[in-house]
Each structure stands twice: as structure tokens, then as C-alpha cells.
T-cell receptor, first 117, second 113 residues
């Protein structure tokens, strides 16, 4: 049962344009969401997060939008740069559930972003 | 945010043997986790490493196969025991706090032949 889904295995955009990466989830207990970037032979690097009490969080070129009713979140990168080319994972946590769920992350399958110069 | 050093970065092992992976954090962290990323797949949580007590394993993972130690708040090890080719994966440790985004080690790429 895939509780976090990234339905687009890959995305290709031109430098300077917007990149939009999407993520859907099914577990209503998820209340904290994170995006990670991963280069080959490296561990995932944290990018940005959002709590379920918000619908938007912005950090420089990165903005995450959360639509709780649709159980959908997206990561916008504007403007896209060639150095952004990597695999992007969304992850979700049932932070408020506490107990044995505390801190655990459930990851999507990842989207390969390629930004062309 | 915490910085995590993980070693070895890669290894090729014979089936039936065991490999121990180490993770060192540069500051004390409450939460540490171990993940596996099989080829072409996402990251799957193996277990939560609890300081001073037995790890908490996710469904499908057992202590006999993946024993974990966490003697203090800055160090943890994961052992992959009695390895088979199906254990070939990238193993990652993670730690820190959710508000700053959990930090990951650089991963251990394990190949079992």
C-alpha cells in the first residue's frame, strides 16, 4: 500500500522556467510533509517542509503548497537552474499521532528532475 | 541541523556474511532511523534506533536480520546479517529534528554476490 505517491517518474524543464513536482497521499493521519533532493551517491538533502496547519511555505526559490482536502502537495521551483537536476522525494509524517509513529517518514517513489540550460 | 557521517560508503560482500554500518552524528539527537533504498525504489524505513533500548522495527524487518545498536545519542550501527543478493541496496541512517528536516547520511551501497 503506497501511502505517498509521486506519479511522475521524471520531469524535464528549461532553465529559468518553473518546475512543479507533485505528490499525493492517502493517510489522513499525515500532518507534516517534507521535500528532499537527492544526488547520485549522496544521501537525501532536506529542502523544505510544511505543517498541515498551513497551505503554503516559501523558502527562496522553493515553495511548497498543501491542499489537505485533495491530499495533495506540490513543490514549485522558480526559476529552475541546471544545478536543481536531481531526484526529488516527498515524505510525510504523522507527527501529531505520537507514540510509535513519532518522527517516522513515509517516502514517495521520487521524481527525476532535469533542468536543461 | 545535524551532520551525519556514515561508513562504509560502499561494500561488496559474499552471501552468508554480515556487514555492520556505522553512523556518527556531530551533535546529540533524540531520533535516529535506518532506511533502505532498493534499486529503483523509494526509501523504506527499517527501524527506529532507540538510545539504550531495543530498536523498534517496521513490518517486514526483524532484529535477527537487522540488529541495531544505539549506545548513545550520537552513534548507531546497523548490521545486515546472513546476507543474500536480495539485500543489495543502499542503506541510509537519518537523525535530527523534524522542524529542521531530518538529516541523512551519505548512504552505504551494498552489493551481495
Amino acid at each position: 500500500d503506497q501511502q505517498v505517491k509521486q506519479n511522475s517518474p521524471s520531469l524535464s524543464v528549461q532553465e529559468g522556467r518553473i518546475s512543479i513536482l507533485n505528490c499525493d497521499y492517502t493517510n489522513s493521519m499525515f500532518d507534516y510533509f517534507l521535500w528532499y533532493k537527492k544526488y547520485p551517491a549522496e544521501g537525501p538533502t532536506f529542502l523544505i517542509s510544511i505543517s498541515s496547519i498551513k497551505d503554503k511555505n516559501e523558502d527562496g526559490r522553493f515553495t511548497v503548497f498543501l491542499n489537505k482536502s485533495a491530499k495533495h502537495l506540490s513543490l514549485h521551483i522558480v526559476p529552475s537552474q541546471p544545478g536543481d537536476s536531481a531526484v526529488y522525494f516527498c515524505a510525510a509524517s504523522a507527527w501529531g499521532a505520537g507514540g510509535t509513529s513519532y518522527g517516522k517518514l513515509t517516502f514517495g517513489q521520487g521524481t527525476i528532475l532535469t533542468v536543461h540550460p | 541541523s545535524a551532520v551525519i557521517s556514515q561508513k562504509p560508503s560502499r561494500d561488496i560482500c559474499q552471501r552468508g556474511t554480515s556487514l555492520t554500518i556505522q553512523c556518527q552524528v556531530d551533535s546529540q539527537v533524540t531520533m535516529m532511523f535506518w532506511y533502505r533504498q532498493q534499486p529503483g525504489q523509494s526509501l523504506t524505513l527499517i527501524a527506529t534506533a532507540n538510545q539504550g533500548s531495543e530498536a523498534t522495527y517496521e513490518s517486514g524487518f526483524v532484529i535477527d536480520k537487522f540488529p541495531i545498536s544505539r549506545p548513545n545519542l550520537t552513534f548507531s550501527t546497523l548490521t545486515v546479517s546472513n546476507m543474500s543478493p536480495e539485500d543489495s541496496s543502499i542503506y541510509l541512517c537519518s537523525g535530527g529534528t523534524a522542524s529542521y528536516g531530518y538529516t541523512f547520511g551519505s548512504g552505504t551501497r551494498l552489493t551481495v554476490v
